[in-house]
């Protein structure tokens, strides 16, 4: 890297390389942050030792080489660059540019011979990236073809239309005639000049892009400048410099940087075009500019996207980093989303902007993307997290039985509410870019996690309704059937299942409709109704059963039956407590009380209606257990042979005792 200094920077060096390196570390140095495409470059050509160095340096005050008086020291061959700190004028009101000035040291080519290749590169260079070229010639040379350096222009001018022909923009040529004594008018040398540069257009050949009819006016604007003297008129020669001067600064109304000489590049921009130039002109490749735009463009895109998202992948850290996401509301993520998004497309369009336009916008809307991508797994892990923490808070309503309302009614509330505000969390980062921060897979799936949630409880309710109406039934059918169970006849079991039908229709009748459907108030379907029905008919048959065959069992038909033949043993007929006389009395008495009992006791084993069928449940009541277990008549069959048998075996073993004790009366009654 050569050397790098305030003062200016060797673009092309004596190798006729590109310094990339020091031009780039120069530009960042001197050029201010905020400059954009507000700069001009401006470059100088003409022959050896024309003073064109001492021009720039006063008009421009940089700090070029001028060849030493006294040496005579050759200054290091190359292409210069400076900045301008301030451009010389009258004006101290105006305002001021941001100039590049290039200066072009060099032998002189036609003197020596050797290096006419440096020189036409070099012109051919300052032609391809300046706005400005200031054409440097001695007044007496105008009119010369040779002195005028025309045939190095020509040659210059030919080579740029085959390489940059298709260049849509202009650029200004200005002549400074140099030691300009006054006696022929400048309005004389520039006409002398003009007609120079028109038949030299003519002559030119033009390259097939290039119609042959193409007038010099389509590339180039013409002005002239006379300077006077500078060593013989030096006060002049200030002066003159300063009136040029003036027509560099905005506002002057001779200005002379025009809009279109610009090449649109942001300078750093500028300085890869410069580079690109330079290797087109090095190995003369083909390239046309609008190419050479794009290249430029998409070059510098990508290096600010990357730089862009760096800045972005740190920013995103340091607002993200350890942040828990379950505590966060998506209105502040959206807030954050939309602050990093922001932040980066300035920093990007602040650079890019000024770049070729189509590539801009197509690399902005991929900076877009792999930012929207970045932040859309963020979004997803927000969108899981929220899912929970609002499911959570879902099952928590739905379970709140503090509340008078059904469960329609609460499963209902609290699935809208859970939707709304999950919607409502989601929403404001949708509306960043509704096609990227989509949410309607996640809304549905966590609706129908909501509606299995809501079903699992509607079975939960239904169980413990089906069984709290089944356990209610019990106690009520207990109260209207033990007195028949005490007395059975030969119409108690009709009386037992009326009972029972009417006390099970009660219980449903507090969810009947007026179309005398059911509804349970679960939010359930008239077929579902139907069905909670149905498991709740069963579910009370089976209580019926279990009841009938606990309050039947053995020991307990015993104990029937024995009080039934106490009624008639103990009791006579008027109710008062026997007093036996003799034996007789009493056999005869046991023979009537023990057929009463005993007559009971098949009414008692099986549930048989008064018309001789058999009570079969309305249900399958036992259709859960094993299938070889499984018997129609299981209801009915209170009692088995067996235990029948059993049963009146011990009934009789507990009169028999009753018998005796009667006897013993008797022997005590008559001993006394
Ligand atoms: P360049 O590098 O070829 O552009 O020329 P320099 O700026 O290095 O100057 C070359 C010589 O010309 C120096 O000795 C200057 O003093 C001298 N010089 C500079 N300006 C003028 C001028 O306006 N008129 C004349 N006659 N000589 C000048
Ligand atoms: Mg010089």
Known sequence: MSEVSNDSVQVIDEAKEFQRDSVKAYLSKVSPNDMGLDYHVISVFGSQSTGKSTLLNALFHTKFDVM?????????????LG????????STSLGKEHVFVMDVEGSD????????????????????TSEVLIVNIWEHQVGLYQGANMGLLKTVFEVNLSLFGDKDHKMLLLFVIRDHVGSTPLENLSNTLTQDLHKMWN???????????????????????????????????????????????????????KKDYHQAFPIDGWSVYAENCWNQ?????????????????RFRCDEIIKETLELFDSEFEHTFGGVKLDGLKGASLADEFKKLLQLSLSTYDLQAGHYNKEVYTSKRDALTKSINSKLLTLFKEFIKEL?????????????????????????????TIALTSFSQELEPVNELDPETFTYQNELEEFSSKLQEQIQRSREQEINTLTSRIAKKLVPSLKNETVDSFAAPDIEMWDRVLDSFRELLKLSLSKYQTSDSTYDFKLGCSPEENDRIVQKIGKESWLSFDNFIHDYLRPDNVVNILKRQFDEVFTYDNTGIPRV??????????????????????????????????EIIPDYDIYDDEDEEDVHPHRFSHILSAPEQLRVKKDFLKQAEVSYRDASRSIISNISK
């Open 203 to 257: 002559d030119i050949a033009k390259p097939s892009t290039v119609a042959s009819d193409t007038p010099l006016s389509k590339y180039f604007d013409l002005e002239f400048v006379g300077l006077s003297h500078k060593v013989l008129q030096e006060h002049q020669f200030h002066e003159d410099v300063r009136s040029l001067g003036d027509r560099f600064t905005p506002g002057d109304e001779n200005y002379l940087f």
């Open 109 to 128: 080519g036609r003197e020596r011979g050797e290096d006419q290749d440096f020189e036409r590169k070099a012109a051919l260079f300052a032609l391809a």
């Open 580 to 613: 036996w006389k003799n034996e007789t009395e009493i056999s005869s008495a046991y023979r009537e009380a023990s057929q009463h009992a005993l007559k009971s006791l098949p009414l008692l084993s099986i549930a048989k209606l008064s018309n001789d069928s």
């Open 387 to 415: 899912s929970k923490s609002a499911f959570s808070e879902f099952t928590q309503s739905l379970n709140d039985k503090s509340t008078k309302a059904t469960f329609l009614e609460r499963s209902t509330d609290a699935k």
């Open 68 to 80: 030493n008086e006294a040496q005579r020291q050759q200054t290091t061959k190359g292409i210069w």
């Open 83 to 90: 900045f301008s700190p301030k451009v010389e004028s009258h």
């Open 281 to 297: 002109i090095q190995s003369n490749k083909d390239l046309d500019l609008p190419t050479q735009q794009i290249l430029v463009a």
